[in-house]
C-alpha cells in the first residue's frame, strides 16, 4: 500500500505526464497551422519568386492542394497555365478571368462572349461576385484591338461615366482614373472622324470646353496613340501560354530547392528555434538567439519571416507580459524591429525605458515613410530620403546618441509616454508626440550628414573594392551587401559563390573616436563585430576583416589566391 507521500508523488508524475503530452500535441498542431501558413504566405508573396518557381515549390513540398483555390488559380494565371485555370474559375464565375484567359489562348470570340456575360449565377442565387457584367473595359479593349472605333464610344457611353473628385470617375459599376477614358474618347473621335462624342463628354466627364479643345488637339496629332495601345493590350498578354509540366521544370531553380528543403525540414527547424528562444530567455547566452534569428530569416523573404515569427510568438506565451527579454528580442535583427515596432515601443514605455539609439534610428526610418501620414496633400512634400543615413549605421546611431545625451530625448519621450496608455498598449505611432520625435531625429541626421560627409568618405573601401575586381575579373563581387539573415548589418565586399566576406576595418573598430560614438559607440561597434562573426560562422560565410593599418593590396592579393584555389562555386 502507498504512503500518502507516494501517493503525492505519483499524482504529480501523472499530472506531469499529461501536461507534457497536452504540450507535445499542442505544438504538433501548431507546426501543422505553421504548414499549411507557410504555404499560403509563399503563394501570395511578390518579387521574391517567379510564379513557376512558387508552383515547384508547392508541389514538391506536397501544399499545392491546401492552399485557397484563388491563390492556386492566380499562380497559374500569373505562370502562363491558362487551360489549367480556366476549369477553377467557372467555378466561382469569373468571367473577367475566364476571358483573360481565352484571349491568352488566342480565342478573341471566345473571350468576348465570355466579358459579354451578364449578372453570375452561383447556387441558384443572382449576385455579382465581381462585376455585375457586361465588362466593359475589356470589350472596349478587344473593340480597340481590331479598330472599332465607332464601337468603343458606343461602349464609353453605356459605362455611363460618373465623375467622381478631379481625377477620378464611376465607370461601368466601378472606380477607375478618368484620364485614359478621355484620351480614348478623343483618339477615337479623331480615327473615326466624327466629334459628336465632344457634346456629351462635359457632362460625362466634369471638364469645360476649353479642357477638351486641348485634348481633342493633342489627339488629332497622335499624341495618344502609345495610351491607347496600352488599353488594348492587358497585362497578361506578356505572359506566352505554357503547360504545368513545363512550369514545374521551369521553377526548379536553386532558389525553389532552398526553399524546398527549408520547409521539409520546418518541423525540426521551428522545434530547435523554439527551444533556442526559450534557453536564452533564461541563460542570455547570445549564440543561442543568434541561431535563431537565423533560421527565422535566413531564406530571405520578409513574408515567410513573418509567418514564423507569428507562429513563434503564439507559442512563446512568455511575451505577453512586458519584459527586457522582449526589447532585446524586437531589437535583435532589423526585420524584428520592423515587424515588432509598435510592441517594442509599448515595451519601453511599460518598462519606463528610453529607446536606444539603434531603435531611434529604426523608428526614423520607418517614420520617414510612414503609413499613418494622413494629410496626402503634403505627403509628397514630407517624404525623407534616408537611404545614404541608412547605409552607415554605426555613424548615425553615433549621432543619435550624441543627441539623446543632450536631453533631447527626454524631452520628447516623456510627452510620448504622457499621451500613451499603458493599459491598452496602443499604438504610440500614431501619436503627435511621436511623430515630433522621430522629425527631430531626421533633422538631426540630415543635418550630422551634410556636417560630417565630407570627413567620412569611405575611400578605403572602395579602393579595396576596386582592387578585388581587377584580382577577380571574373567573380560576382557586390559591394555592401545586405543578405536577409545578417541585417540590419551589411558586408563591405562580398563574395557568394567563393563564400568570403571582406570587411575593411577603420580606426573604430578599435579604439574609442569621436564621431563614432567615442568610448560608448566603441563598444557598440565591438558588439556589432562579434555578432557579424558568429552570423557570418552560421552561414558557412569566411570573414576576411582588413586592419586600417595593413597593407590592403597585399591582404587582397592573399584572398584572391584563396578565392581561385577553391574549386568552382559553392
Known amino acids: 500500500m502507498m504512503t500518502p507521500d507516494e501517493l503525492q508523488e505519483a499524482l504529480k508524475g501523472i499530472v506531469e505526464t499529461e501536461r507534457a503530452d497536452r504540450e507535445v500535441k499542442s505544438l504538433a498542431r501548431s507546426i501543422d497551422t505553421l504548414r499549411g501558413d507557410l504555404a499560403s504566405s509563399l503563394a501570395r508573396t511578390n518579387g521574391w519568386l517567379s510564379p513557376a518557381e512558387k508552383i515547384a515549390v508547392l508541389h514538391r513540398t506536397s501544399s499545392w492542394e491546401t492552399i485557397r483555390s484563388r491563390e492556386r488559380v492566380d499562380l497559374l494565371m500569373a505562370a502562363g497555365c491558362y487551360r489549367e485555370a480556366i476549369p477553377i474559375f467557372e467555378t466561382f464565375s469569373h468571367w473577367r478571368k475566364i476571358g483573360d484567359a481565352q484571349l491568352a489562348l488566342g480565342d478573341v470570340d471566345a473571350a468576348r462572349s465570355s466579358y459579354e456575360r451578364g449578372e453570375n449565377k452561383v447556387a441558384g442565387k443572382e449576385y455579382a461576385a465581381f462585376r455585375a457584367g457586361p465588362d466593359l473595359d ?100 506578356k505572359v506566352k501560354p505554357s503547360t504545368s509540366g513545363d512550369v514545374l521544370r521551369e521553377g526548379a531553380t536553386p532558389l525553389s530547392n532552398k526553399i524546398v528543403a527549408f520547409l521539409n525540414d520546418v518541423d525540426a527547424g521551428y522545434r530547435k528555434a523554439l527551444a533556442d528562444i526559450r534557453s536564452w530567455q533564461k541563460s542570455g547566452v547570445a549564440s543561442e538567439l543568434d541561431r535563431a534569428i537565423y533560421w527565422l530569416t535566413y531564406l530571405g523573404s520578409y513574408d515567410l519571416f513573418q509567418t514564423l515569427l507569428f507562429r513563434l510568438r503564439c507559442d512563446l506565451d512568455a511575451w505577453i507580459d512586458p519584459r527586457p527579454t522582449n526589447i532585446d528580442f524586437y531589437v535583435s535583427h532589423a526585420w524584428l524591429t520592423r515587424a515588432c515596432i509598435r510592441e517594442l515601443l509599448s515595451d519601453l514605455i511599460s518598462g519606463q525605458n528610453e529607446p536606444s539609439p539603434a531603435v531611434l534610428l529604426s523608428c526614423a526610418i520607418q517614420h520617414s515613410a510612414s503609413p499613418f501620414e494622413l494629410d496626402f496633400e503634403k505627403l509628397d512634400a514630407k517624404a525623407r530620403n534616408m537611404e545614404q543615413i541608412r547605409s552607415q549605421p554605426t555613424w548615425a546611431e553615433a549621432v543619435v546618441a550624441r543627441w539623446a545625451s543632450e536631453g ?163
Not at 472606380?175 to 479623331?190: E, I, M, Q, T, Y
Open 138 to 237: 475589356r470589350l472596349i479593349a478587344l473593340a480597340v484591338r481590331r479598330g472599332d472605333w465607332r464601337t468603343t464610344l458606343d461602349l464609353v457611353r453605356q459605362g455611363q461615366p460618373d465623375p467622381l473628385g478631379k481625377s477620378d470617375v464611376i465607370f461601368g459599376g466601378g472606380n477607375r482614373a478618368k484620364g485614359p477614358l478621355v484620351k480614348l474618347c478623343a483618339h477615337a473621335s479623331w480615327k473615326l472622324g466624327d466629334a459628336s462624342i465632344l457634346a456629351d463628354m462635359p457632362r460625362l466627364f466634369a471638364m469645360t470646353e476649353s479642357e477638351l479643345k486641348v485634348i481633342f488637339a493633342n489627339a488629332a496629332s497622335g499624341a495618344f496613340e502609345r495610351d491607347v495601345t496600352k488599353l488594348a493590350n492587358p497585362g497578361l498578354l
Open 408 to 570: 533631447c530625448l527626454t524631452k520628447h519621450w516623456t510627452k510620448v509616454c504622457a499621451t500613451t496608455d499603458p493599459n491598452t498598449r496602443s499604438d504610440p505611432r500614431r501619436l503627435p508626440a511621436y511623430g515630433a520625435l522621430c522629425d527631430e531625429v531626421i533633422d538631426v541626421l540630415e543635418a550630422a550628414w551634410a556636417r560630417d560627409f565630407n570627413e567620412v568618405r569611405w575611400k578605403a573601401e572602395e579602393a579595396a573594392y576596386l582592387t578585388l575586381k581587377l584580382l577577380l575579373p571574373d567573380a560576382l563581387i557586390e559591394r555592401h551587401a545586405r543578405p536577409s539573415w545578417l541585417s540590419p548589418q551589411h558586408l563591405d565586399i562580398f563574395l557568394p559563390e567563393h563564400g568570403i566576406a571582406i570587411e575593411y576595418q577603420g580606426e573604430q573598430h578599435y579604439y574609442p573616436i569621436d564621431i563614432f560614438g567615442g568610448e560608448a559607440g566603441f563598444a557598440a561597434t565591438v558588439e556589432r563585430d562579434e555578432r557579424k562573426r558568429r552570423i557570418c560562422k552560421l552561414a558557412g560565410i569566411t570573414l576576411e576583416c582588413i586592419r586600417y593599418d595593413e597593407p590592403v593590396d597585399d591582404r587582397l592579393r592573399q584572398i584572391a589566391g584563396s578565392c581561385r584555389s577553391k574549386a568552382g562555386v559553392r
